[in-house]
C-alpha cells in the first residue's frame, strides 16, 4: 500500500503568518496533489505535481505555493495564511495514471484565527 | 467545462434501503469515473469506478450504473447498513489529463 504521511495534523496559527504543510510519500509515484476540503465546495484541487521541480495549479491556487525538491516530499505554503484558508488540507498521489485513482492522506486541519 | 455537479448533498436512509447518489458532467473528454468513500477524520478512499464503454458495475453492495448519451452516473448502494455511513464523492477525469474534478459530496446517514 501506498504511504503518504502529513504533517502537521492540526494547526492553528494567525492571520498573516506563512504556513507550510508537508507531504511525505514512501513510493516513488510520480504525481502528487494537495486538495482542500470546505463544507458545501467538496474537494477541490490547489496545486499538483508530475516530478521533482515540476508543479502546476489547480482550480484554487491563489494565496498558495508548492515546492517539490525530492520525489517522496510535496510542500503547500501559505505565504501569509487568511481566515478564507480555514480548511482541512488532503495530499494525494495518483496510483494508477490517467485513471483518477488517488490515495489521500489523512489531511491536515488548519484554523487561521 | 470540468463542473461535475452531485446531488442530493445529504441522504438518510433505514438499513437495509438502497441509498442512490447522482452525478452529472459536462465535459465529454472524461472518460473515467471513480467513487470514493469518506468516514469522519479520514481521507477519501478509492470505492469503485467506471469507464463509460460500460453501463453498468458491480463491487460487493455497490453498483455503479451510467448512462453516456445522459452524462451522467450513480452510486447505488444495496442493502446499506449502518457501516457505510459517510460521505462519498463522485469524480472524473480523462486519460491523459492528470487533473481529477470532484464532485461536492454527499453525506449518507444509514440509521438502524
Known amino acids: 500500500d501506498a504511504g503518504i504521511t502529513q504533517s502537521p495534523r492540526h494547526k492553528v496559527t494567525e492571520t498573516g503568518t506563512p504556513v507550510t504543510l508537508r507531504c511525505h510519500q514512501t513510493e516513488n509515484h510520480r504525481y502528487m496533489y494537495w486538495y482542500r476540503q470546505d463544507p458545501g465546495h467538496g474537494l477541490r484541487l490547489i496545486h499538483y505535481?508530475?516530478?521533482?521541480?515540476?508543479?502546476d495549479k489547480g482550480e484554487v491556487s491563489d494565496g498558495y505555493s508548492v515546492s517539490r525538491s525530492k520525489t517522496e516530499d510535496f510542500l503547500l505554503t501559505l505565504e501569509s495564511a487568511t481566515s478564507s484558508q480555514t480548511s482541512v488540507y488532503f495530499c494525494?498521489?495518483?496510483?494508477?495514471?490517467?485513471?483518477?485513482?488517488?490515495?489521500f492522506g489523512e489531511g491536515s486541519r488548519l484554523t487561521v484565527l | 467545462q470540468q463542473q461535475v455537479k452531485q446531488s442530493p448533498q445529504s441522504l438518510i436512509v433505514q438499513k437495509g434501503g438502497i441509498p442512490i447518489i447522482n452525478c452529472a458532467y459536462e465535459n465529454t473528454a472524461f472518460d473515467y469515473f471513480p467513487w470514493y468513500q469518506q468516514f469522519p477524520g479520514k481521507g477519501p478512499a478509492l470505492l469503485i469506478a467506471?469507464?463509460?464503454?460500460?453501463s453498468e458495475k458491480k463491487e460487493g453492495r455497490f453498483t455503479i450504473s451510467f448512462n453516456k448519451s445522459a452524462k451522467q452516473f450513480s452510486l447505488h448502494i444495496m442493502d446499506s447498513q449502518p457501516g457505510d455511513s459517510a460521505t462519498y464523492f463522485c469524480a472524473a477525469t480523462a486519460e491523459g489529463y492528470q487533473k481529477v474534478t470532484f464532485g461536492t459530496g454527499t453525506k449518507l446517514q444509514v440509521i438502524p
Open positions: 467506471i469507464r463509460p464503454d460500460v
Open positions: 505535481s508530475y516530478g521533482v521541480k515540476d508543479t
Open positions: 494525494a498521489i495518483s496510483v494508477r495514471q490517467g485513471t483518477g485513482e488517488l490515495f
